[in-house]
């Protein structure tokens, strides 16, 4: 079984990656930040060398880039079993005083990157009728929140793009979840000055995906939305 994971080098995308070796599948790895990724795929090759790890560094917010990466994952002849779509980035602020080109950069990092990529990969998903697509959003693609601007807006177009894409897809035998994380602690909390036990871990995360990725083919989630116990801060 194989699993495609953008933003994989840290953060949900790395303990996705951790959860889903541990149970024996390959990795399709892809980043941004070429030391990073390269770090973590030697760590999970080395923990658990049974499995398969490929990594590739890139910015799927480029346009080319996204589109290279998906045919260098098919040109391995691997079938895509899984694909989490979780590259993305935050940059605080509001609508009215954000800074010029701020949404462009969220919407090519947290929608067209997903976008391109999928629609790269979908053919040979759709050949075979089977596959699993998750989709990284947020609970800022839920509700609007004090200085989410930008980053709201690109996460509520990822959500609207995993509703349509999971219409299409169910003629197909191709599943499509959609993913709404409350915050959990990554190195972006890091120092932060918030209390790890006042948030999520990010193996919560992952534990969810793969515990919707091993349902029968008659059985869908189509999304998982988790908070922290306390709520949202």
Not at 3 to 21: D, H, M, N, Q
Not at 36 to 65: G, H, N
Not at 188 to 203: H, N, T, Y
């Amino acid at each position: 079984m194989n699993i495609i994971i953008t933003g994989a080098s840290k953060g949900l995308g790395r303990a996705v990656a951790e959860k889903f070796a541990a149970h024996g599948y390959d990795l399709f790895l892809c980043s941004r930040d070429q030391l990073a990724l390269t770090a973590a795929a030697q760590q999970l090759e080395q923990t658990y060398p049974a499995i398969t790890v490929r990594s590739k560094a890139a910015d799927l917010a480029e346009k080319d880039q996204a589109l290279e990466f998906g045919r260098w994952v098919l040109e391995s002849g691997a079938g895509i079993d899984i694909l989490v779509n979780n590259a993305g980035q935050f940059i605080p602020g509001s609508v009215h005083d954000q800074d010029e080109g701020v949404l462009e950069r969220l919407m090519a990092v947290n929608l067209y990157s997903a976008y391109h990529l999928t629609r790269t990969l979908l053919p040979a998903m759709i050949r075979r009728k089977a596959g699993h697509i998750f989709n990284m959003c947020s609970v800022a693609s839920l509700q609007a929140y004090p200085n989410g601007g930008a980053y709201s807006i690109s996460k509520y177009a990822l959500a609207g793009f995993s509703a349509n894409l999971r219409e299409e897809m169910k003629g197909f035998g191709i599943k499509v979840t959609t993913v709404y994380p409350g915050a959990a602690y990554t190195d972006s909390w890091a120092g932060s000055g918030v209390d790890p036990q006042r948030i999520m871990e990010a193996g919560d995360i992952a534990d969810m995906v793969l515990a919707a990725a091993r349902l029968s083919p008659q059985a869908t989630v189509e999304e998982i939305l988790l908070r922290p116990q306390l709520g949202d801060l």
